[in-house]
Nanobody
């Protein structure tokens, strides 16, 4: 099993920045790709960004390209999401997730951290 724990959420003004962290523990060697997802009130959960843990290749949702950066520190079993130029529409609960190489489905999820961007 893999356990994920997010931190770093909070309240920020529009145009500001936040960095989210995700700490992974357990069978972390089984994780191929780590992702960040978010869910705003009344909306479905949506993909934000992902990273292949071994090689570092990344993928982003169009809505965050150029503003958010996903990174990882394999030695510390950490994944980060640097969020710049935040907008009120970025307000959501942000979740860290992980999946193996053999399944397209994210099997491991954190508890989420709230990000609120005020206008």
């Amino acid at each position: 099993q893999v356990q994920l724990a997010e931190s770093g959420g909070g309240l920020v003004q529009a145009g500001g920045s936040l960095r989210l962290s995700c700490a992974a523990s357990g069978r972390t060697f089984s994780i191929y790709r780590m992702g960040w997802f978010r869910q705003a009130p009344g909306k479905e959960r949506e993909f934000v960004a992902s990273i292949v843990t071994s090689e570092g290749s990344t993928s982003y949702a169009d809505s965050v390209k150029g503003r958010f950066t996903i990174s990882r520190d394999n030695a510390k079993n950490m994944v980060y999401l640097q969020m710049n130029s935040l907008k009120p529409e970025d307000t959501a609960v942000y979740y860290c997730a992980g999946r193996s190489a053999v399944s397209p489905k994210y099997a491991y999820w954190g508890q989420g951290t709230q990000v609120t961007v005020s206008s």
